[in-house]
């Protein structure tokens, strides 16, 4: 009987993930990578924090940014979400958190590089959300017109 060891099971279940399985893994953090809070957070995170305009350039580097800053950047955002968030973002390894002994005590938030990768498609999907949204608002009002 061979006997496999933990290394060789996680790879095993690596080519076994598939998000269409209703037991797959990769399910949760779809669920958690899709939610809205999530990809504003890594934008911030990556440097996005203005307006995205057709085919400019993000020139802004990734930084470490404080919960403040975080919470000033994302409007509607409450205090309890965005910890929860944040937590569920650490332990998933996409964000560092550091703090600081200061008086008072200093918390940073920043991506790690599992955390980039992930922005670089954020990015890409809040583009295309502010990019389509009046097509989408109009397409909307076109369909609301014709079903009632």
């Known amino acids: 009987m061979t006997t496999i060891n933990a290394a060789q099971k996680r790879?095993?279940?690596k080519v076994e993930y598939n998000a269409f399985l209703a037991e797959c893994p990769s399910r949760q953090l779809l669920d958690r990578i899709s939610d809205k809070w999530v990809v504003l957070i890594l934008c911030a995170l990556g440097g996005d924090n203005s307006p995205a305009k057709p085919g400019a350039a993000h020139a802004d580097a990734p930084?470490?940014?404080r919960y403040s800053e975080i919470s000033r950047l994302l409007a509607g955002v409450s205090q309890k979400m965005l910890t929860q968030t944040l937590r569920s973002l650490e332990h998933d390894g996409l964000l560092t958190r550091?703090?600081?002994?200061?008086?008072p005590v200093t918390v940073s938030y920043e991506l790690t590089n599992l955390g980039l990768s992930?922005?670089?498609m954020t990015r890409g999907l809040r583009n295309w959300a502010q990019t389509h949204m009046a097509e989408v608002l109009a397409?909307?009002?076109?369909h609301d017109a014709r079903t009632s």
């Open 11 to 13: 790879a095993q279940a």
């Open 139 to 142: 397409n909307r009002e076109n």
């Open 63 to 65: 930084k470490a940014m």
């Open 98 to 103: 550091t703090v600081t002994p200061t008086v």
């Open 118 to 120: 992930l922005h670089h």
